[in-house]
């Protein structure tokens, strides 16, 4: 096999590189004993550089072309190899070709938020993903720095080495950029041109470059976009308390069922509180509080006198007879006032309130001296010995009956 490749190498008078991948940076080409024959012909095509390697040493790059090996082609290699003497005869030297085309599939993101401080916000954490490309600008440089004698040098080889570089300039560039949190949007395009400069220069010393980089979001914890969507809301709907009544009607149109007459009830409930935030309330001259049943053995709270010549309101028992009510005049101001009634009685039988009676009805009605009384003027209920007015009705009352 060895014979076979020596002979093979003989033969074979052309040195290039038809790359068939899409991710080497570097490909040595293969020689038996790196052993090239003088006047070969060497073919780099557009995109590539060639790097002559002779004893660990670079000794001549070519740019697209196609070159004749001699002597005059390869002054710094003649040198080293002691062509100026004119020794023809096969040479041993390294050849690397180096793609110079953009490779445009890198990724980079923030593996950790940035921190921030915004003027509106405050401190703000960060995060941010997208693209960029890479080319190689200095063959030598990179085969001295990065690729060094690796027969492949693939982009997988350096894409960590340039993701650490990209996010530690982006945090810095995020930091100092002083661009308010809701304009970054608008700015991520002269921000990534920025950082394609400074990333160039940094790169420069490796031999490579960044001609693009693209930021393709810049995003917010979870928390902080959902306040922020709060509040965009609120500026939309503008008046709180007119988007609150709004969203009531609607409830009030679409419920069904159980909501319809909930609806119905809150509907009347906000016309009556309307109609008497708008309509003065008048007051009646001769309106009292009604007067409260009592225990018999409990301490009545004394009522308020009525004006002369004003019956007060009866109080009703909810199985006694109604008081009638006075009637007014249909007519117009000129009218007669109602008729004066009579005092009538109220009773407190067995904790219970009964009554009104007329004067002639108290006798049937179960009036006894210890009977508990009221009428229109009384400031609390008294028992019937203690009432004057009843003196006469009582001797003609008999009194209870014996227990059994």
Do not use: C
């Not at 009634?341 to 006894?368: H, I, K, N, S, Y």
């Amino acid at each position: 096999m060895e014979l076979f490749d020596k002979i093979r190498g003989e033969f074979i008078d052309i040195v290039e590189w038809l790359d068939d991948s899409r991710d080497t940076l570097v490909w040595r080409f293969p020689r038996y004993e790196n052993e090239i024959k003088m006047g070969a012909r060497l073919v780099v095509r557009e995109s590539q550089v060639a790097v002559f390697v002779n004893e660990g040493q670079i000794a001549d790059a070519f740019p697209p072309g196609t070159y004749t090996l001699e002597t005059r082609n390869l002054p710094i290699l003649s040198t080293l190899q002691g062509w100026k003497y004119g020794f023809h005869s096969p040479f041993k030297a390294e050849v690397y070709f180096v793609s110079t085309r953009q490779f445009a599939d890198f990724k980079w993101g923030t593996q950790n938020p940035v921190m921030v401080r915004d003027p509106e916000f405050g401190p703000v954490r960060l995060r941010a993903f997208g693209a960029y490309a890479a080319r190689v600008t200095d063959a030598p440089a990179l085969l001295r720095e990065l690729a060094g004698t690796d027969p492949r040098f693939r982009t997988e080889e350096i894409e960590g080495y340039l993701r650490q570089l990209v996010v530690g300039r982006l945090a810095h560039a995020l930091a100092t950029a002083g661009v308010p949190l809701l304009d970054l949007a608008a700015g991520q395009h002269e921000m990534g041109q920025r950082l394609a400069q400074v990333l160039t220069a940094d790169l420069a010393k490796v031999g490579l470059a960044i001609p693009t980089f693209t930021i393709e979001n810049i995003s917010l914890p979870p928390e902080v976009e959902q306040a922020l969507d709060k509040r965009s809301q609120m500026g939309i709907v503008g008046d709180l308390g007119e988007y609150a009544r709004f969203q009531a009607a609607n409830a009030l149109e679409n419920a069904g069922g159980a909501g319809e007459g909930m609806g119905l009830g809150m509907g009347i409930a906000a016309g009556q509180h309307m109609a008497a935030s708008l309509a003065p309330q008048p007051q009646h001259p001769h309106a009292q509080p009604s007067p409260q049943p009592q225990h018999p053995h409990a301490q009545p709270a004394p009522q308020p006198q009525q004006p002369h010549g004003q019956p007060a309101p009866q109080p009703q028992h909810p199985h006694g007879p109604s008081a009638p009510q006075p009637q007014h005049s249909g007519g117009g101001q000129g009218g007669p006032p109602p008729l004066p009634q009579p005092d009538r009685w109220f009773l407190g039988v067995d904790g219970e309130q009964r009554g009104p009676f007329d004067d002639a009805d108290l006798p049937a009605a179960g009036l006894t001296p210890d009977t508990l009384v009221w009428r229109s003027g009384m400031p609390q209920w008294l028992p019937a010995r203690d009432v004057p007015e009843l003196a006469t009705l009582l001797r003609d009352t008999p009194p209870p009956l014996p227990p059994s």
